[in-house]
């Protein structure tokens, strides 16, 4: 199968589609692979890289999209990648298509077969293509909230692992899923005091079985958050309820109860944040203070580590961009229904019906 992949053009997005290894890979099983220049660069990948690895350096976007049959991305395809996309060409990148009428009327018009990375499963129920960069911002949270609770930040001037003679700082992590149990890790590996609140019982008692006394685990109420939150110097939003809103589990009033300087970090932004005063901030523009409390609320995390992302993304994608070159989108979703979970629109139909749901259309 001749394969695509173009430049990343969102703004700030410097993830690419295809590692240097995954063109290896694809190659080697005999599909061509179509790279356009400088694809990579943002992470750190060289047009020589991918030469070496035996693709096809494109020179330009619409080189890409006329040539490849399938096109392998990392963020939805903007509007003017829409207008190149095609009938009988497969689109396999993340699409978010529910809370976004305009892209998907396009991806319709165009006719073209899309299966988002975002609603492609697993056998254990989980979500394999967005697990990885749940990963990558739960290990960045203490990381950027320890940045931000340093004074020049507006921080409380604190140390995560304190110094002998000193207690380390408390971490509260509201959220033991993916995001919370990486960010434990880094948070207990850096030294802090570290509790992790959860809804599901299994799930803290798999914390507390996996971190061995390293860490607290406290079941999540209205009660206990406000408890914690009053001597921690940072906590971390990592809460996920499937298809709805972030739940408000911090309200702006009781910013007033935590110590001046303390750090939010909302990594739940994404679904509209778990703190009611969080709003999306860049990566140009990470920090803002709300009543002396620093909030960190980066939407896109991340794409601050744009290789450890595309590294991570990548290892997760290829075995289903393999098995789509190999077999065609038909064969390879009728092998396995975790891929086809993640098929959007075909032919300028509909196919997914929780994104049918939300924008009003037929699926
Ligand atoms: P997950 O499903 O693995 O974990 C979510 C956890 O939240 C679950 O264990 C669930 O039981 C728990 N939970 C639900 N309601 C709760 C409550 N009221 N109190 C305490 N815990 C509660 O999800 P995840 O992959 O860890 O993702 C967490 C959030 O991070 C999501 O909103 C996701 O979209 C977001 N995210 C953001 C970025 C970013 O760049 N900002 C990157 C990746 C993920």
């Known amino acids: 199968m001749k394969i695509g992949c173009p430049k990343e053009i969102k703004p700030q997005e410097f993830r690419v589609g295809l590692t240097p290894a995954a063109v290896t890979e694809a190659v080697g099983r005999g ?43 990392v963020k939805e395809p903007q509007a003017p990648e829409r207008q190149m996309l095609r009938e009988g060409q497969l689109l396999f990148t993340y699409l978010h298509l529910a809370p976004d009428p305009d892209q998907t009327r396009d991806l319709l018009g165009s006719g073209v077969t899309a299966i988002a990375y975002e609603t492609v499963t697993d056998a254990p129920g989980g979500l394999p293509l967005l697990a990885p960069m749940s990963e990558v911002a739960g290990r960045l949270a203490p990381q950027v909230g320890s940045w931000a609770l340093q004074k020049a930040n507006g921080g409380r001037g604190v140390l995560l692992g304190g110094v002998p003679g000193v207690r380390p700082a408390n971490v509260v992590i509201i959220g033991g899923g993916v995001v919370g149990t990486a960010a434990a890790r880094v948070a207990v590996g850096m030294g802090a005091n570290v509790t992790v609140m959860d809804r599901s019982i299994s799930r803290l008692s798999y914390l507390d079985d996996i971190f061995m006394g390293r860490l607290t685990t406290q079941y999540s109420s209205a009660a206990a958050t406000a408890d914690l939150i009053g001597t921690a110097d940072m906590v971390i939003g990592a809460v ?30 994404d679904q509209g944040g778990c703190f009611e005063t969080s709003r999306p901030t860049t990566h140009q523009d990470p920090i803002y203070e709300v009543d002396g409390i620093v909030h960190y609320c980066v939407a896109n995390m991340p794409g601050a580590v744009a290789r450890t992302s595309t590294q991570a993304l990548g290892n997760a994608t290829l075995p289903f961009v393999l098995a789509l070159a190999d077999k065609g989108w038909r064969g390879a979703i009728q092998d396995d229904p975790h891929l086809r979970a993640g098929l959007s629109t075909h032919g300028g139909r509909l196919t997914s019906p929780p994104v049918g749901e939300a924008l009003g259309l037929e699926a």
């Open 240 to 269: 996920l309820i499937p298809g709805a809103a972030a739940p408000k589990l911090v309200t702006r009033a009781q910013l007033g109860t935590m110590q001046p300087g303390a750090v939010l970090v909302d990594v739940a932004i």
């Open 31 to 73: 599909h061509e692979v179509f790279v356009e220049t400088g694809a990579g660069l943002g992470a750190g990948f060289t047009d020589a890289d991918y030469a070496a690895a035996g693709a096809d350096i494109a020179p330009d976007a619409r080189s890409v999209f006329d040539a490849a049959a399938m096109i392998v991305k």
